[in-house]
């Protein structure tokens, strides 16, 4: 069964810095793409960032140049480095695996528990 472990979020001042960090599961065998999704209260949930492995980073419109999404293959860990934060950021935000599990040739979509970012004064 795999799992996605989220941590790193909490209540942060506008214009400052959080760091989330992903972990999944060593029961999947292969990444192909890692993300991270968030959700404000009221509103659909929404891309922050995503990268396909081999691939280019996307990034939604409102993160450019604030965000950054990298990754730790060895240790099937994604991170979202979060600068300059806005009250606007203010959501819970889900980590996003795309993999197979051990055994299995299917390819699917795993997610993690989420974890709130607070952005206010």
């Known amino acids: 069964q795999v799992q996605l472990v989220e941590s790193g979020g909490g209540l942060v001042q506008p214009g400052g810095s959080l760091r989330l960090s992903c972990a999944a599961s060593?029961?999947?065998?292969?990444?192909?793409?890692m993300g991270w999704y968030r959700q404000a209260p009221g509103k659909e949930r929404e891309l922050v960032a995503r990268?396909?492995?081999?691939?280019?980073?996307n990034y939604a419109d409102s993160v450019k140049g604030r965000f950054t999404i990298s990754r730790d293959n060895a240790k099937k860990t994604v991170y979202l480095e979060m600068n300059s934060l806005q009250p606007e950021d203010t959501a819970v935000y889900y980590c996003?695996?795309?993999?197979?599990?051990?055994?299995?040739?299917?390819?699917?979509?795993?997610w993690g528990q989420g974890t709130q970012v607070t952005v206010s004064s």
């Open positions: 996003y695996m795309q993999g197979t599990a051990w055994g299995k040739i299917s390819v699917t979509d795993y």
């Open positions: 060593r029961s999947i065998f292969g990444i192909n793409a």
């Open positions: 990268i396909v492995s081999g691939g280019t980073p």
